[in-house]
């Protein structure tokens, strides 16, 4: 069973960043294909960015292509969401998970099998 930690949520202003880490368990990680993705109460949860099992690839959703930039390190079992010109809109709960036979990024929730608890990020205007 993979487990999952957000980390690196909090309350920002307009225009300033924040970095995500989600450390995952197992000594498989370095297979994984991995993703963020957020939701706002009350809405569906939407797809963020994704990786890769070797970081070779990356795919984004539009809305934040440009601002965010996903990473990974493997020797540390750990995904990275850097967030930069954060704007009132990508106020959510952040969640990363895990798609462990995907062999490229995918933007389908379905395609991931194990989520993590989520952090809330908040950018006040």
């Known amino acids: 069973q993979v487990q999952l930690v957000e980390s690196g949520g909090g309350l920002v202003q307009a225009g300033d960043s924040l970095r995500l880490s989600c450390i995952a368990s197992g000594r498989a990680f370095s297979t994984y294909t991995m993703g963020w993705f957020r939701q706002v109460p009350g809405q569906e949860r939407e797809f963020v960015a994704a990786i890769s099992w070797n970081g070779g690839s990356t795919l984004y959703a539009d809305s934040v292509n440009g601002r965010y930039t996903i990473s990974r390190d493997n020797a540390k079992n750990t995904v990275y969401l850097q967030m930069d010109s954060l704007k009132p809109e990508d106020t959510a709960i952040y969640y990363c998970?895990?798609?462990?036979?995907?062999?490229?990024?995918?933007?389908?929730?379905?395609?991931?099998?194990?989520w993590g608890q989520g952090t809330q990020v908040t950018v006040s205007s």
């Open positions: 998970a895990a798609d462990p036979t995907g062999w490229s990024p995918s933007a389908g929730s379905s395609e991931y099998d194990h």
